[in-house]
């Protein structure tokens, strides 16, 4: 039995403020989205435009090259794991390798990311989430299903621009320890602290980064089911983020990364 996904959708925009830093893509029963977390500390000087697009696009292609794979990489970090929750620590020990290589053994500037990964099963999906990527997923039976695992910087105060942003660089540091906000960096460990939810069959399904999901936030669309309803052909995605983005600088809203990626099962 092929057990893969087929494409419906795919939409990238980059943001105002800064270059591409999320990624996306998909190879046999496995999708996945990443959103690159901006940088707040010092950066490390990754060989790409900027440290979270480096994260962005090595992690895209691990996770294509082990969807190819007969199995996922085993290493002493990924012992224990599998599925879904598996395929991310195995990427993960693979980016800490690679991050080896270039910097050393530095995690607390090392770039992080929002993710989600989609596996297709012989009775459904399984998805695990890091972080604010949105996943909407209809069922053969009707129903409409959101997972996300935490917004990113929910914990953090609000406060004057300042105090803010100084209380945001302190949560950049302090994350994937205990008790803190787990994201993908470089550690295979976050896995153990992603948000793993089993569903019934797909009908179809899509995945969105953050700066997508203003869509909802700020009210072009209603919720989860009109989401994907205005993002299940490549025409109504593109419309629903030009919308958004003319809505945006209506309002003076700095735009951020948008990207849509909406799969179906393989007949």
Not at 168 to 193: I, M
Not at 204 to 210: G, T
Not at 227 to 248: I, K, Y
């Amino acid at each position: 039995m092929n057990i893969a996904w087929d494409i419906r959708a795919r939409i990238q925009f980059e943001g105002d403020a800064h270059v591409q830093e999320d990624s996306c893509g998909f190879n046999g029963p496995n999708a996945w989205i990443i959103d690159g977390a901006t940088s707040l500390l010092e950066p490390l000087g990754l060989p790409a435009a900027s440290d979270p697009q480096w994260l962005a696009q090595q992690l895209s292609i691990i996770l294509a090259q082990i969807s190819t794979s007969s199995g996922s990489p085993v290493s002493p970090d990924t012992r224990g794991c599998d599925g879904v929750r598996g395929l991310l620590a195995a990427a993960l020990a693979a980016i800490d390798t690679a991050g080896t290589a270039l910097v050393g053994e530095e995690k607390v500037r090392f770039p992080s990311a929002a993710v989600s990964l989609a596996q297709l099963t012989a009775d459904g999906v399984e998805i695990a989430s890091l972080a604010d990527c949105t996943v909407v997923v209809r069922t053969h039976d009707g129903d409409t299903h959101l997972v996300r695992a935490e917004l990113a910087d929910s914990r953090v105060p609000e406060g004057t621009p300042e105090q803010r942003l100084r209380l945001l660089r302190q949560d950049r540091e302090l994350r994937n320890t205990p008790g803190r906000l787990w994201v993908a960096r470089r550690e295979a460990a976050a896995a153990d602290h992603a948000h793993v939810v089993r569903l019934g069959d797909p009908e179809i399904m899509v995945m969105a980064s953050d700066g997508a999901w203003r869509a909802v936030d700020l009210g072009l669309v209603s919720g989860p089911e009109e989401f994907l309803a205005r993002t299940s052909t490549t025409v109504d995605a593109l419309g629903l983020m030009h919308e958004l983005r003319v809505h945006q600088g209506r309002i003076g809203e700095v735009a951020d990364d948008a990207t849509v990626l909406t799969l179906a099962p393989r007949p």
